[in-house]
């Protein structure tokens, strides 16, 4: 009995981490979801910070629970020499292509690396409002990527949001 019973648990386990793990892509229960996505560069920041670093953001929304989750990317991200770490990633808005916005969320982070990558999210404490969520959808969001020397943003992305 004691064969048949340990047999069963094994089988459940299996089974149960097989379910944890089977899914691959990210789906919301009953809200609508948007891929965001925005390539930043020196020539969007207004004004213009003559870098030639580059960054860019992949991410997801769920309407459901408000979270954005997101992958930022950069290349060449140092202006010179000491390094110049990244201290934050900044979203403003509403602001359409070569406008400034009003200053929306940090997300502070610190990275030494000239090129790389970070996961980072908005929900909870820093959860977008009504608002917000109204701007980053409609495409008038975009994100600057902050160094110790470039506090107010280096390079410059507007974010674009489609809705899956």
């Not at 048949?4 to 899914?23: D, H, P, Q, S, Y």
């Not at 201290?87 to 929306?104: M, R």
């Not at 970070?118 to 980053?136: D, F, P, Q, R």
């Amino acid at each position: 009995m004691k064969n048949i019973i340990f047999k069963f648990l094994m089988l459940c386990a299996v089974l149960n981490l097989w379910a944890c793990t089977k899914g691959k892509e990210l789906v919301s229960l009953n809200g609508a979801t948007y891929t965001v996505t925005g390539a930043a560069d020196a020539t969007q920041m207004v004004p213009t910070t003559g870098v030639s670093a580059t960054g860019n953001f992949n991410g997801w929304y769920d309407e459901q629970v408000n979270v954005l989750t997101f992958t930022l990317s950069w290349t060449d991200i140092f202006t010179g020499t000491p390094a110049d770490p990244i201290t934050s990633v900044k979203f403003y808005g509403p602001a359409p292509v070569g406008t400034n916005g009003a200053l929306i969320k940090t997300v502070s982070f610190s990275n030494g690396n000239a090129s790389g990558s970070v996961n980072l999210g908005l929900g909870g404490y820093a959860e977008l409002s009504a608002t917000e969520k109204n701007t980053l959808l409609t495409g008038n969001c975009y994100y600057q990527i902050c160094t110790q020397k470039f506090p107010q943003g280096l390079i410059r992305g507007q974010l674009k949001s489609v809705k899956n």
